[in-house]
């Protein structure tokens, strides 16, 4: 994926409930009885994207929140569908953990890696304050794996 089309994905998946936030906000100062989840649920994107219109914000940000299909290009995801796969992923791992678990390579000892997607998304969730909410699975990479199998054969 280009940078700018990153940006929109990261940026999409922060304002994808938005029209949910709002509806809990009207619902904490002017109902009196709770709106059932499923409608919440159903009608949250609608108001989202006129949330989207109202503030006047680019156009991609509606199709990220209005309520679609799974959308592909010729050969690859959409911003959308990658926006909402990862919704899926993220809240899958919530619903059954509490928190955010992923198995992933980490930086090595030898200072050979020192980046990994792990660690970067680690960094990221602790610079929030959210370091609690996330639990990485070490793994090791193809360069560790590698390694290890050479030292194998050379044991033989």
Not at 4 to 9: C, F, G
Not at 45 to 70: A, D, N, Q, T
Not at 94 to 120: A, Q, V
Request: hydrophobic share 40%.
């Amino acid at each position: 994926m280009r940078s700018e089309e990153v940006q929109k994905a990261e940026l999409g998946g922060l304002f994808i409930d938005v029209g949910k936030i709002a509806v809990y906000i009207y619902q904490t100062f002017h109902i009196k009885q709770p709106l059932e989840e499923r409608f919440v649920e159903a009608y949250h994107p609608y108001l989202g994207v006129e949330i989207v219109r109202k503030l006047e914000l680019p156009e991609f940000f509606e199709e990220i929140i209005s309520p679609h299909p799974f959308s592909l290009h010729d050969e690859s995801f959409s911003i959308s569908a990658i926006v909402d796969l990862a919704y899926a992923l993220v809240m899958r791992s919530f619903i059954k953990n509490g928190k955010l678990i992923i198995r992933s390579p980490l930086p090595d000892k030898e200072g050979l890696t020192i980046h990994t997607l792990g660690s970067m998304i680690s960094d990221e969730f602790s610079a929030i304050g959210l370091g609690r909410y996330l639990e990485l699975i070490p793994s090791f990479s193809d360069r560790e794996l590698r390694l290890q199998a050479g030292a194998k054969s050379d044991e033989k």
